[in-house]
Nanobody
Framework: QVQLVESGGGSVQAGGSLRLSCAGS????????MGWFRQAPGKEREGVAE????????NYADSVKGRFTISQDNAKNTLYLQMNSLKPDDTAMYYC?????????????????WGQGTQVTVSS
């Protein structure tokens, strides 16, 4: 059974940084892609960044390119999202996800398992 547990969220001022972590069970090794999504109140869940667990190739939403970096530590079964130069528009619940078949860049349909989320709040 795949389990994903996010941590690292919090409240920061604009321009600050946070690093999110996602601890996965050993079964995440079988996943093809892992990613970070976010959902702000009243908005749809959107893809932020994803990484192929095999090749390490990445995709980023245009809104976070150059500011966020996704990475993985396979030995620790952990996924990370380094977030720099945070903006108030980055405020959202951030979710970690794992999937077995990739259907396109940052597509929710690629993902089968989700964490409970960690809140990120950026104040101006």
């Amino acid at each position: 059974q795949v389990q994903l547990v996010e941590s690292g969220g919090g409240s920061v001022q604009a321009g600050g940084s946070l690093r999110l972590s996602c601890a996965g069970s050993e079964y995440t090794h079988s996943s093809y892609v892992m990613g970070w999504f976010r959902q702000a109140p009243g908005k749809e869940r959107e893809g932020v960044a994803e990484i192929s667990t095999g090749t390490g190739s990445t995709n980023y939403a245009d809104s976070v390119k150059g500011r966020f970096t996704i990475s993985q530590d396979n030995a620790k079964n952990t996924l990370y999202l380094q977030m720099n130069s945070l903006k108030p528009d980055d405020t959202a619940m951030y979710y970690c996800a794992a999937g077995y078949s990739w259907v396109g860049p940052l597509q929710i349909q690629s993902y089968n398992h989700w964490g409970q989320g960690t809140q990120v709040t950026v104040s101006s």
